[in-house]
Each structure stands twice: as C-alpha cells, then as structure tokens.
C-alpha cells in the first residue's frame, strides 16, 4: 500500500496514467530448495529485474521512483507467491500426516489387538495342549518302566508264566 501510494501520488500530481509496464522487465526470479518437517519446499532468495532504458527528457520526473516502488512491489509479490507455495504444500502434508494417524488410531491398531488376541489365545491352547501332551507322554513312559505294576498272572499266582498289559 506504501509503495502504491508513492507512485499514484507522482501520477495525480502530473496527470496521465503511463504504461510503467514497459520500463520494469523481471529477468530471473530465484528460488533455493528447503525441507521443513520432511517436505520439499521452494525458499525465495531474490528476482533480478532486467535494466530497461529510458529517456529521462521524455518521461516525467516520477518514474524514477516509480520504477524502484514497482520493483519492490514485484519483489513483494514474488515473495509472497512462494509463501502461498510454502504454505500449500505444508498444508497438503499435514493433511496427509493426519489421514495417516487416523488409520493407524481407527483402523490398524484396532486390528492389530484383534490379531494379537487371536495369536494369544492359540499359543495359550497350543501351551494348554503341550502340557497336556507332556503329561500324557510322562505318564506312558513311567507305565513302561515299571511293567510288574500292570502283570498279571494266569495261573493264579502259582506259575512263572507272565503276560504284560501294555
């Protein structure tokens, strides 16, 4: 607004609205790469103007000045356009980030529990049956030792013949 009044002040006070279009030309605008919160982001570092030649006979003694508002008004421009870029790729980021937490808090933790319950459960029937299986191999290998335990006699307990239940 500072600059805008400069130039419409020297333009009311001569007359005439000129083609200032024409005497500033921007030639490079200069842009390095930055990273914030993991996101490339272009970072505004100057524009270099094109020096354009003029009469200072044939134009009017407020283009000097206008000329060098101008330039800081594009210089502005140019600099804010890149904080438009910033901020909208930021914002795409964080929109992103966002949608990522809310499938891991929504979805995949809560199927992930599920999961972990699931594999619980059968490790504690798999430990379960384990035992169970243990138990039942014990009791068979203490019945193999100790064979008088299950004999029988079949001549009454008079005779040498034995026959072993197994």
């Known amino acids: ?15 005439g609205k000129p083609e200032v279009t024409e ?21 505004f570092r100057d524009v ?11 134009t009017p003694p407020w283009v000097d000045d206008a000329v060098s508002a101008i330039q800081t008004l594009l210089h502005l421009l140019a600099q804010l356009s890149v904080l438009e870029r910033q901020s ?19 979805v995949k933790i809560p199927e992930a529990n599920v999961h972990i319950r699931r594999l619980q459960i059968y490790l504690g029937d798999q430990q379960t049956a384990a035992v169970v299986r243990g138990k039942i191999s014990k009791k068979k290998r203490a019945s193999r030792r100790t064979p008088a335990a ?3 006699r079949r001549d009454g307990g008079r005779g040498v013949t034995v026959a072993l239940k197994i």
């Not at 005497?23 to 970072?43: C, E, Q």
């Not at 270099?48 to 044939?58: A, G, H, K, P």
């Not at 909208?88 to 929504?106: G, H, M, P, W, Y």
Request: one cysteine or more; a negative charge.
């Open 48 to 58: 270099d103007f094109t020096s354009v030649r003029y009469s200072f006979f044939e």
């Open 88 to 106: 909208a790729l930021i914002s795409e980021e964080l929109d992103r980030t966002a949608q990522r937490v809310n499938l891991f808090e929504k």
């Open 150 to 152: 299950h004999c029988r």
């Open 23 to 43: 005497w500033v030309k921007v030639s490079n605008i200069s842009l390095a790469a930055g990273n914030i919160a993991g996101v490339d982001i272009p970072v």
């Open 1 to 15: 607004d500072k600059y805008y009044e400069i130039v419409m002040g020297w333009v009311e006070l001569f007359g």
